[in-house]
């Protein structure tokens, strides 16, 4: 979890030194570390974080990361409710590189002017369909079955063609 606090900050401002997931023993390393947060900075109660996260000044979200990070450093079993949702929220929230990048709404909207979009296609296609010339008369079956009689006279493909012998294919026949 803490680990993912430190992946989930905004680019804090670089540390002299680099504890909790980089050394073993953190504790020694901690204490003669130089706090980042001047004394200006008033703490931010853990209860309902999820609330005010979006208000909070860069230098309070740091305070409350440190915070996190001195509370989950307790047995997990002690923290309070407040504390866990405050953890999850800081870590894992839709806030930074997870703020959702649609709004609610734009289901909708997207929807409305996909199927807008579909129907002016519909409409352009009708409309070339409407003014194109008729089919070559030589897509008509009959011309197609006129080139099935006439394969047969010239004896085209008598291998494994309509000519040969036993063939039970349409030949030149593609129209229903």
């Given at each position: 979890?803490?680990?993912?606090?430190?992946?989930?900050?905004?680019?804090?401002?670089?540390?002299?030194?680099?504890?909790?997931?980089?050394?073993?023993h953190?504790?020694?390393?901690?204490?003669?570390?130089?706090?980042?947060?001047?004394?200006?900075?008033?703490?931010?109660?853990?209860?309902?974080?999820?609330?005010?996260?979006?208000?909070?000044?860069?230098?309070?979200?740091?305070?409350?990361?440190?915070?996190?990070?001195?509370?989950?450093?307790?047995?997990?079993?002690?923290?309070?409710?407040?504390?866990?949702?405050?953890?999850?929220?800081?870590?894992?929230?839709?806030?930074?590189?997870?703020?959702?990048?649609?709004?609610?709404?734009?289901?909708?909207?997207?929807?409305?002017?996909?199927?807008t979009?579909?129907?002016?296609?519909?409409?352009?296609?009708?409309?070339?369909?409407?003014?194109?010339?008729?089919?070559?008369?030589?897509?008509?079956?009959?011309?197609e079955?006129?080139?099935?009689?006439?394969a047969?006279?010239?004896?085209?493909?008598?291998?494994?063609?309509?000519?040969?012998?036993?063939?039970?294919?349409?030949?030149?026949?593609?129209?229903?």
């Amino acid at each position: 979890m803490q680990a993912a606090l430190r992946l989930a900050r905004h680019r804090a401002p670089a540390r002299a030194v680099r504890c909790l997931a980089t050394t073993a023993h953190s504790s020694s390393i901690a204490s003669t570390a130089v706090p980042l947060t001047s004394s200006k900075v008033t703490p931010v109660p853990l209860s309902n974080v999820e609330a005010q996260w979006s208000k909070l000044s860069a230098e309070e979200k740091l305070s409350v990361q440190e915070q996190l990070e001195e509370v989950q450093k307790k047995d997990w079993t002690i923290l309070s409710l407040d504390e866990k949702k405050a953890a999850y929220y800081v870590a894992f929230g839709p806030h930074g590189p997870r703020t959702p990048v649609s709004q609610p709404g734009d289901a909708l909207k997207i929807f409305f002017w996909t199927m807008t979009l579909v129907a002016v296609g519909g409409g352009l296609f009708a409309t070339a369909r409407a003014f194109a010339p008729p089919p070559p008369k030589t897509i008509t079956k009959e011309w197609e079955e006129a080139s099935n009689v006439r394969a047969l006279e010239m004896k085209l493909n008598p291998i494994t063609g309509i000519s040969s012998e036993g063939y039970s294919g349409k030949g030149y026949v593609t129209q229903k």
